[in-house]
């Protein structure tokens, strides 16, 4: 048993069952022992493997789309370019090589990695050596007069906690974990029904045993972004596997190992995550006072970005079984089996005259 079980299983028999949501931040951020704060999750010997780990041609489009918003925005001479989440720092390696092309606005950033594990912040310290960073736990920590913002976010927002409620007996009750008799954890639901008013009103009637999610943690988020967007101007791109509105469904998961795992067998040795629900994500975002552009999904919007011009100008310098492994990456990556529609990117952005590449205007 993971040291991490035997604190839930005691909190559980202490207190009570505990929500999904209290559940997810014990796994994945709460204690030393948690999954994040371990860090030993990534690459292809870890757990996962991401879009900025699959092909540099990821990082390097953003970074040149940071680029092109930064001109838009009017080149200002001091903005904080911040990414949530940042993993292993591949994604901000990339981006700072392909802005190598704007040394201005590479002299106008202030660098920002919102992370909260200590291991994960050592990692992107040694990848992105020479690179002037800062790290900050949170991103509300962001100065407020540090000018307009470039906000990136890859797989961070299916990493935050989500509530699941579960209709039962015509009721909407918070899904729990507990302990079965025999001291092993499992799903349970909360005896209380909560206001259905929570639950979105196209599935406020749906039958029972029906799971929604609901993703405060995410919106909290979103909205202080959205309001410093509003009032410093930029924009923000986050970019995640998701659904495009409100579903029901049960979508947490766990991986471990590249395979998918039970979420509650071995709880802070296997990621937890969940799909992102972009519409209230976007939601969030506007209700902060952001624009928010129409969802697009990663396929579409890495090819809009010249994805494919990228791979055959790399290729050319490429040996046969680099071109290859260059076109297995981009396949990945844009393929609508692979990664391309699963994933979404969502922009929010502000003033509204901006036009951010790859999306269609409103
Ligand atoms: N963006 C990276 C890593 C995604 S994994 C990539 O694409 O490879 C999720 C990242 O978010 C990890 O770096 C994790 O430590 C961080 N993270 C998770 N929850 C967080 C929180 N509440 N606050 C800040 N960072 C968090």
Redesign the pocket.
């Known amino acids: 048993m993971t040291t991490l079980a035997a604190h839930i299983k005691g909190l559980i028999r202490a207190d009570g069952p505990i929500s999904v949501a209290e559940f997810m931040r014990i796994v994945?951020?709460g204690r030393a022992d948690s999954y994040?704060?371990r860090?030993e999750?990534?690459g292809a010997a870890g757990d996962f493997v991401?879009?900025?780990?699959i092909s540099q041609v990821f990082g390097e489009l953003i970074g040149l789309w940071c680029v092109d918003v930064w001109r838009q925005l009017g080149e200002p001479k001091r903005f904080s370019l911040i990414?949530?989440?940042?993993?292993?720092g591949?994604?901000m390696k990339d981006v700072l090589r392909a802005a190598r092309v704007a040394p201005d606005f590479l002299r106008a950033a202030s660098i920002v990695l919102?992370?909260?594990?200590p291991v994960?912040r050592r990692h992107q310290q040694e990848v992105l050596q020479g690179a002037p960073v800062g790290w900050l736990?949170?991103f509300e920590d962001v100065q407020v007069d540090a000018g307009p913002v470039i906000v990136v976010?890859?797989?961070?927002f299916?990493?935050?906690p989500i509530r699941q409620l579960v209709r039962l007996d015509g009721r909407w009750t918070e899904r729990c974990v507990g302990l079965d008799g025999v001291g092993n954890l499992v799903f349970g639901a909360a005896p209380d029904a909560i206001d259905a008013a929570l639950v979105p009103e196209q599935l406020r009637e749906a039958a029972n045993g029906s799971v929604v999610e609901l993703a405060p943690?995410r919106s909290a988020v979103a909205h202080l972004i959205g309001e410093r967007i509003r009032d410093a101007s930029g924009v923000a791109l986050a970019i995640d596997y998701g659904y495009a509105g409100p579903t029901a469904g049960d979508s947490l998961q766990a991986v471990k190992r590249h395979a998918y795992a039970d979420v509650l067998e071995e709880p802070g040795a296997a990621?937890v995550t969940s799909h992102v629900d972009f519409s209230a994500l976007g939601e969030a975002f506007a209700g902060g006072g952001a624009v928010v552009a129409p969802l697009v999904d990663q396929g579409t919007f890495l090819s809009r970005l010249g994805a494919e011009a990228r791979v055959a100008a790399l290729k050319q310098s490429a040996k046969a079984l680099q071109a290859l492994q260059l076109d297995l990456a981009h396949q990945r990556l844009t393929g609508a089996q692979a990664m391309g529609s699963l994933f979404k990117v969502l922009c929010a952005y502000a003033p509204a005259t901006l036009r951010p590449a790859g999306f269609p205007s409103e």
């Open positions: 994945l951020t994040y704060m860090g999750a990534f991401t879009a900025p780990e990414e949530l989440g940042p993993g292993r591949t994604l919102v992370e909260v594990s994960l736990d949170r976010a890859n797989e961070f299916d990493a935050l943690a990621d």
